[in-house]
């Protein structure tokens, strides 16, 4: 699970950026346990249990469509669209935006955009209080716990504890998608088949269902309607704007 501490790197971000041309570059994180916070608060955030439909019954058809396709994607084992889904595995570090490169048209580099790497960051926070209420509440287990087979990683045991509905990596890749299409408009289209991608791994990998992607899409599109009204993420998305265009000239 996203493990969230209070500890300076949004702080030491800032002195980085405000420091001379030749200070180090910016101190950023390094995974899970020193992320950044998010940009909401728990009392002001969406709450996915409230507006989420309940995952499929046991025994509907979708759920048999779920199974399915599950059982039907082992078959990728082995192939580009596999190691493809093991890759889309990244997503707390700073570098993990770089999935986006080929749709940008640039690399992703969060030295020369910092501002952009912390805002994608933070999101990750957001997300997790978003989405925490409706994956305890429904908890939907994982593919590979209900029918165990070859997923594209090795999980980790929490990872089998949690629960698989909504699919998180597929929110946060639309959520990234959503705000990388506005700020380089001139890329939306190669932007959000790279953001549907990135939740389709997660089928692929067979560590989520595809109504859990599906459902992690409609949490994604939430969170960034929410951060759109907030006067941080606001200032952030402007300079994170400047960054991007001056790295992509």
């Not at 002001?44 to 439909?53: H, N, T």
């Not at 994607?73 to 986006?100: C, H, M, Y």
């Not at 859990?212 to 960034?224: F, I």
Request: proline share 8%.
């Amino acid at each position: 699970m996203l493990k969230l501490i209070n500890a300076g790197v949004a702080g030491a971000l800032l002195v980085g950026l405000a420091a001379c041309a030749t200070t180090p570059a910016p101190v950023f994180w390094q995974g899970f346990r020193d992320h950044p916070h998010g940009y909401l608060r728990k009392e002001g955030a969406p709450d996915a249990s409230a507006f989420l439909p309940p995952p499929p019954e046991a025994g509907s058809l979708r759920q048999q469509a779920d199974v399915e396709t599950y059982r039907t994607t082992r078959k990728l084992e082995g192939g580009d669209r596999w190691r493809q889904a093991a890759a889309d595995n990244e997503i707390e570090t700073p570098s993990a935006p770089r999935v986006f490169d080929d749709a940008l048209g640039v690399r992703f580099d969060p030295v020369k955009t910092p501002t952009l790497a912390l805002l994608l960051g933070r999101m990750l926070g957001d997300l997790e209080t978003i989405q925490t209420p409706a994956k305890k509440g429904y908890f939907r287990p994982r593919p590979f716990v209900a029918e165990p087979a070859t997923t594209c990683i090795t999980p980790e045991p929490w990872l089998g504890r949690s629960g698989s509905y909504p699919s998180g990596h597929a929110a946060m890749g639309w959520a990234w998608a959503l705000v990388l299409a506005e700020l380089a408009p001139d890329r939306a289209d190669a932007i959000l088949v790279r953001g549907i991608a990135y939740g389709e791994s997660r089928v692929v990998c067979g560590v989520h269902y595809a109504s859990d992607v599906e459902a992690g899409r409609l949490v994604g599109a939430a969170m960034v309607a929410r951060l759109k009204a907030d006067p941080a993420f606001q200032t952030d998305f402007k300079r994170a704007r400047e960054e991007l265009r001056r790295l992509r000239d």
